[in-house]
């Protein structure tokens, strides 16, 4: 239960407490990493220089107090230009290994109305060879990043390789005269390539992992009134243990472990202890997650990685869209080229 | 791994834009400025130093923002082994407290004094959640915790701050 007024309350205090105490100080004082142990001469850095210069900081007994009394005058670091640029944040982590169905995202700060230069400024290489790789494009629910972007290629990445992705969009056209504020980069490993098939009929999920059988899973899917969603899924999180409710918010459970999220809405992998029973005599009982016996969803969370596909052929929910989660690999390539929501 | 020139210009970069805001959070977390700017200069020397393994901007954001709250935790850790009393009596901010907000309207500053009467983790909770506007999920990677913790915590918080907004002072 939450009291919007005192949401309201402790959110004007701690903006007023944080404003009024630590002012936008014209100048920062010096960062001390500056004069780390590991940079040659103290302060006398080549990239310091330019900080340090515009710097006047009052140096008490080595603390700094420089950030009171800039008389009201507010000093912005980001240039203005920056405001009405478009900027890029990555959503994925670099130097990670994903499965071999792992989109990149990136969210964007505004929308704009035309994608062909920052398709013409991106370069996707697999182990250093370059390859064709198009963004699709959607609204975000990120607060502050009205557009989410997809980066993929035609097929699943190659297995056990390295990408590298470089965006040099920075100052180039958005549309519109909006332009695109940085640059991204992004290198990450794809680890094996790891199927599963969870077939609905045979209430059996069949992993293959580089074209190899590794194991056959006894599942239930949804109940007829909360079906799964068919179509193709990929691991999007990895959780010990989670709480679950349902959509209409009459129960909620938590202490769910082993759980493996594939959408957005909540389905999930996952151990379901109480549900054993069904789960042997092949019976569809769930909100719409995978349920697992124990000991094969604490094997099966060992052995897939965020980014592996998992494949609903004939689940008999609604198809899997592309916002539901990492629905990327749903929608065609001849589509996908076209970038949805922002022409590319 | 040795800092490069890469790290120097991406974490000085990341030191102007990102500075201001680190110390606001960390001023809501420890209660004075001076404490609060030394907390946010050692997690970009962190940073700094780890720059090889921490590359995407965000991820490095992820990392300062996490250093910080650890780093005002700590501090306060260790002030609570000096002073016998380690929340200050309600009343708003120390007069000790050179940098005290002069100019803070009541009703902010009583709400300021409930929140250090908070136990840590809960504090920490509330100002990620109510400045920061993290989300329930970033608030759990932020401090290492579930997201069931992230939501019992705040709402142990929210209670609390209620109740001594509401009681006799």
């Known amino acids: 239960m939450t009291d919007p007024h005192l949401e309201r309350r402790l959110g004007e205090a ?153 965006v040099a969009a920075q100052r180039k056209s958005a549309g519109d005269g909006v332009a695109f504020g940085n640059d991204i980069a992004l290198t990450f490993r794809t680890g094996p390539k790891v199927v599963a098939v969870v077939e609905d009929r045979k209430h059996e999920m ?7 059988p590794d194991g056959v899973y006894r599942v239930a899917l949804g109940a007829a009134s909360t079906p ?29 472990n082993d759980a493996q999220q594939l959408t957005y809405s909540g389905e999930y992998l996952h151990a379901a202890p109480w549900n054993v029973v069904n789960i042997k005599l092949g019976h569809d009982t769930s909100n719409g997650c995978t349920n697992l016996l124990p000991t094969d969803a604490a094997t099966l969370y060992k052995t897939l990685t965020v980014g592996d596909v998992v494949e609903y052929p004939d689940a008999p929910g609604p198809p899997m869209q592309m916002s539901a989660g990492y629905g990327d690999w749903n929608v065609p390539w001849r589509i996908w080229r076209q970038g949805g929501l922002i022409p590319s | 791994m040795a800092p490069t020139s890469d790290a120097d210009a991406a974490v000085a970069a990341l030191y102007r834009s990102h500075r201001l805001p680190l110390v606001r959070l960390a001023r809501l977390l420890v209660d004075d400025l001076e404490t609060a700017e030394d907390v946010v200069q050692d997690a970009f020397a962190a940073l700094h130093r780890r720059w090889g393994s921490i590359s995407a901007s965000d991820a490095a954001i992820g990392y300062l923002r996490t250093s910080v709250v650890n780093g005002s935790r700590s501090v306060l850790r260790r002030r609570r082994t000096v002073r016998a009393n380690p929340w200050p009596e309600a009343g708003g901010w120390r007069d000790d407290d050179a940098d005290a907000p002069l100019l803070l309207a009541e009703e902010h500053r009583e709400v300021l004094a409930a929140l ?49 907004l509401g009681g006799n002072r």
Request: with cysteine; glycine share 8%; hydrophobic share 40%.
């Open chain 2, 116 to 164: 250090r009467r908070l136990p840590g983790r809960q504090r920490e909770v509330i100002v990620l959640r109510y400045w920061a506007e993290l989300t329930e999920a970033e608030i759990a990677t932020t401090l290492g915790i579930s997201v069931g913790a992230v939501k019992s915590t705040a709402s142990r918080g929210r209670d609390a701050i209620a109740a001594l």
């Open chain 1, 14 to 166: 701690f903006d007023a407490a944080a404003r009024s105490s630590v002012t936008d100080a014209a100048s920062p004082p010096p960062p001390r990493f500056a004069s780390a142990p590991t940079q040659p001469r103290r302060g006398h850095s080549r990239w310091l220089a330019p900080l340090a210069a515009a710097a006047v900081v009052a140096v008490v007994g080595g603390s700094v107090l420089a950030l009171h009394g800039s008389g009201g005058t507010r000093h912005r670091t980001v240039p203005p230009a920056a405001e009405a640029a478009v900027h890029i944040q990555l959503a994925i982590a670099g130097n990670h290994s994903y499965g071999v169905g792992m989109p990149v995202v990136a969210y964007f700060s505004r929308q704009f109305t035309s994608a062909k230069s920052l398709s013409a400024a991106t370069s996707v290489t697999v182990n250093g060879a370059p390859k064709h790789g198009a963004w699709y494009f959607e609204r975000s629910t990120k607060p502050g990043y009205p557009v989410e972007g997809h980066l993929r290629l035609h097929d699943l990445w190659p297995a056990n390789s390295t990408v590298r992705i470089e």
């Open chain 1, 228 to 256: 799964t969603t068919s179509g193709i899924k990929v691991i999007m999180k990895k959780s010990p243990s989670v709480c679950m409710r349902d959509v209409a918010g009459t129960y909620r459970e938590c202490g769910i």
């Open chain 1, 206 to 212: 069949v992993v293959t992992r580089d074209g190899k």
